[in-house]
């Protein structure tokens, strides 16, 4: 028993020729039990034989129709697959040119802040030119104006001097 046993561990094809010959024998013999009862079946035996193979027709029938279902569906899955494909496609163009614009109306946005604060700049300037101006021709010295406004002095000359200049 030993050997057969180390005969098949060591050659496996053995033991599968062994197992298919087992099987071959077994379904030989469940052949011959049913074909040798199917001609002894009474009518009760023969119509459940009947009824069974009713039911081994409908299985396959179901089965058939299943089959094809199950194609027609996965035929449906790929159609939309592609459709999903082809609309993400669009989506990631979309996204693209909407990066393109943002970035282009930040830029603009960046051009308008930069006049914006240069004419703001001037206008303070301005603004500030005025008051030592009006301030000047209220009476008040350069020193006076250059301490009131928190400006140095020689800007507060430079300004009066280009305005006596202007006039």
Known sequence: MESLLTMFEHNP?????SQITMDVLILGL????????????????GQVLDSFQKIIEETKTISRD???????????????????????????KMCEKLEQSMHQLVQVNT???TKTTAMGNARTRNSDHQKIVLLAQKGMSAPEIAKNLKKPLGEIELILNLQKISL
């Open 13 to 17: 094809l053995l033991g599968s020729l």
């Open 30 to 45: 469940l052949a011959a039990v049913l074909f040798g009862k199917r001609q002894s079946l009474s009518k009760k035996d």
């Open 66 to 92: 299943f089959e094809v279902n199950l194609q027609q569906r996965q035929n449906l899955i790929q159609h939309v697959t592609a459709s999903l494909d082809q609309r993400i496609a669009e989506a990631q």
């Open 111 to 113: 051009d308008i802040e």
